[in-house]
């Protein structure tokens, strides 16, 4: 065989390695440590006190307010006057 051949065989041979086991081994820590860090009580189910707060009448008007804005959201407002004058004089 000529020498490129080789060159060429050995170079795709290398591609087959891996070569990543520290990092392989620590894969998705970050994405577990930032849930952790994101959750306020992770034993917050076992707590047998009721959450302070509203009462549920409120939260259910609440929550339907809520969701109805994304039935009908409001109208969107122009705020850029373009060649315009304000108040309709010329």
Do not use: H
Not at 36 to 50: E, F, S, T, V, Y
Request: aromatic share 4%; glycine share 14%.
């Amino acid at each position: 065989m000529n020498t490129p051949a080789i060159a060429l065989l050995i170079t795709l041979l290398t591609g087959c390695a891996s070569v990543t086991p520290n990092y392989d081994a620590k894969f998705g820590d970050a994405v577990r440590e930032a849930k952790l860090k994101m959750m306020i009580n992770p034993d917050a189910g076992r707590n047998p006190d009721q959450v302070l707060g509203m009462d549920g009448k409120s939260a259910r008007e609440s929550m339907i307010i809520y969701q109805g804005t994304y039935k009908a959201p409001p109208p969107p407002v122009n705020v850029i006057n373009i060649g315009g004058g304000i108040g309709g004089g010329k």
